[in-house]
């Protein structure tokens, strides 16, 4: 998401309520004592206890657990300021909406801008997920997730083709100003007063579909999906994913509505879209959905993004298990939400059909060697294909993380040399390497701002001791001091980067930590000195 275009001076409600409570933008961007005794003498960075915006004896457990777990002073000190990052700073309201008292809803800003992202929230939840039982208590992290799903059900059904929304009016938290968007035109229109910014995002979609099926998997709790608007929620984002299925071009030939168009006044070609908001033409029959931006808010180049397609298959399958327990559970929606089930399952398995036939291209190879099949990141449906990866979670790289493939599949396996090779003719144009940490990027920052949100899904696909090794090492030594995880940084200079407060970032790395204390626990015993 884009950190460009806010301004400061956003209105922090918690803190507000809380009073004597310090702006996490800046005390975020300044250091604070006890430092870690490594080598970085990273700052803590957790507010006081008084000024956190949710607490949580698992996750406070768990983070005194990890410290006889991780040995090294430094990644410790980024484990514990980063993890409950999302709880510590995030949670701007929990209440109950107003024309439902049993209905719970969760407001989730990204951090450092006062919105909340329907793939950001479901990302900064998912961090907590090795910790999510069943609960109906205020406390749980189950509290927190059922609010988060009712609010983006919401969100869904007033405007299917947002990315990311207002607070909602029970919280009695104003809307923020995004003056960024103030000169976009967009098709279908929207309210300002329930939608921050309106990029259609099929991974925005793909997201709700994953908060669920996390959800689901770790509660069994299918009454809970039968109760609010999960149901219509899903027929909503049906209707988007068949609606953008149109091509470009009709039958005869003449130019088809768009079900979506967007343009902006702007500097970066990244931020509108070519043809007048139509975006790049689109070839019919594929069976491939379309998605106008990036899980970056970037505009796509050719409009049929693969990995967003991958994710939105793979939790589409899943969520197809809830509808079906749904159907199971309730018998007024026993019809709608069987039909339904059938539905999403086929749509799954048609999805990765057409990644199969139209998302693997055959790319140049060097002398005396044929070249390799692997994924594209972009296809048209009329024969172009971009070939890159960007660092913004669905990528290719992540592809096993989000469960879509094993990370053993040798199309995936050929595709990650390629993204993580940053000097052949047939490596990625976006991977960032330098003396200070290698890691792929974007267009979002540009070309020499290496994201360690990649470095970490790095380390989450791989099996290899010595990549993550060094990998991590990158992470721990570029963090400028503050010990939090940074949007960007520059690969020859760690003093440059973005973002301190990124919330999902910093709870991604924690998950990843997790990850490595049941993969590799040999891993957390290491010194990164
Ligand atoms: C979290 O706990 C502290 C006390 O340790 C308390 O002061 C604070 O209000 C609690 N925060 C919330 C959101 O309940
Ligand atoms: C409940 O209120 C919210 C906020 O006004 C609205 O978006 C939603 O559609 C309402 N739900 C129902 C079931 O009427
Ligand atoms: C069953 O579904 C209806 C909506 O069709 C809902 O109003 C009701 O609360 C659900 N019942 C249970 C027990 O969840
Ligand atoms: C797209 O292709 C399918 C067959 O693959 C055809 O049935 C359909 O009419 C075509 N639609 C357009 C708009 O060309």
């Not at 990890?66 to 980063?82: A, G, H, K, T």
């Not at 309201?93 to 024309?99: H, K, Q, R, S």
């Not at 919401?154 to 990311?164: D, E, F, H, I, V």
């Amino acid at each position: 998401m884009v950190r460009t275009l806010i301004g400061y001076g956003l209105f922090l409600a918690g803190a507000a309520a809380q009073g004597f409570c310090p702006d996490y933008s800046s005390y975020s961007q300044q250091n604070h004592t006890p430092y870690s005794t490594g080598r970085y003498q990273l700052s803590y960075q957790r507010p006081i206890p008084a000024c956190r915006t949710f607490n949580s004896t698992d996750v406070e457990s768990l983070i005194t657990q990890y410290q006889s777990v991780i040995s090294d002073p430094d990644l410790y000190r980024l484990f514990q300021n980063s993890f409950p990052n999302t709880l510590d700073t995030a949670i701007k309201w929990i209440g109950y909406a107003a024309n439902n008292s049993a209905e719970e809803l969760t407001f989730v800003i990204t951090g450092d801008i006062n919105a909340m992202w329907l793939r950001d929230s479901a990302n900064q939840m998912q961090s907590y997920l090795s910790l999510l039982k069943p609960s109906s208590a205020y406390n749980s992290l189950a509290r927190l997730y059922r609010g988060v799903i009712n609010l983006q059900a919401r969100y869904l059904l007033t405007s299917p083709y947002c990315n990311s929304f207002q607070p909602p009016v029970e919280s009695g938290i104003a809307p923020a100003n995004n003056g960024a968007a103030g000169s976009d035109s967009v098709t279908p229109s929207y309210s300002a007063t329930s939608v921050f910014e309106c990029k259609y995002e099929l991974d925005s979609l793909a997201a709700f579909l994953q908060v669920s099926v996390n959800y689901y998997t770790a509660t069994k709790d299918a009454d809970f999906f039968g109760k609010f608007q999960w149901v219509p929620a899903i027929q909503a984002i049906l209707k988007v994913a068949n609606d953008m299925m149109t091509p470009t071009y009709g039958s005869d030939g003449r130019v088809l509505a768009s079900p979506y168009m967007f343009t902006r006044l702007t500097t970066r070609t990244t931020e509108t879209l070519a043809n007048d908001g139509l975006g790049s033409p689109v070839g019919n029959g594929t069976g491939l959905i379309r998605s106008a931006f990036r899980p970056s808010d970037d505009s796509t180049i050719f409009q049929l993004f693969i990995p967003a397609n991958m994710m939105f298959s793979r939790y589409l399958d899943g969520a197809a298990d809830i509808m079906a327990a749904v159907a199971q559970s309730n018998s007024s929606q026993a019809g709608v939400a069987a039909g339904l089930a059938g539905e999403m399952k086929q749509l799954a398995a048609s999805l990765k059909a057409a990644i199969a036939r139209h998302g693997i291209v055959t790319v140049a190879g060097n002398e005396g060697y044929n070249g390799d099949q692997i994924y594209a990141y972009e296809v048209d449906g009329f024969g172009s294909a971009a070939i890159m990866d960007d660092a913004n979670i669905p990528s290719l790289l992540a592809a096993p993380f989000f469960g879509y493939l094993d990370k053993a599949d040798p199309v995936y396996q050929r595709t990650r040399n390629h993204i993580l090779d940053g000097s052949s003719v047939n490596g990625n144009p976006y991977f960032m390497r330098g003396p200070a940490i290698n890691a792929v990027g974007g267009p979002h920052v540009g070309p020499g701002a290496a994201w360690p949100m990649a470095s970490i899904v790095r380390i989450l696909t791989s099996d290899d001791d010595r990549e993550i090794t060094q990998t991590l090492k990158e992470i721990v030594s570029t963090t400028d001091g503050l010990g939090l995880i940074h949007e960007s940084v520059n690969s020859f200079n760690p003093g440059q980067w973005t973002r301190q407060w990124f919330s999902w970032a910093n709870g991604l790395f924690g998950q990843m930590i997790i990850d490595l204390h049941s993969r590799k626990p040999e891993i957390l015993k290491q010194r990164f000195q």
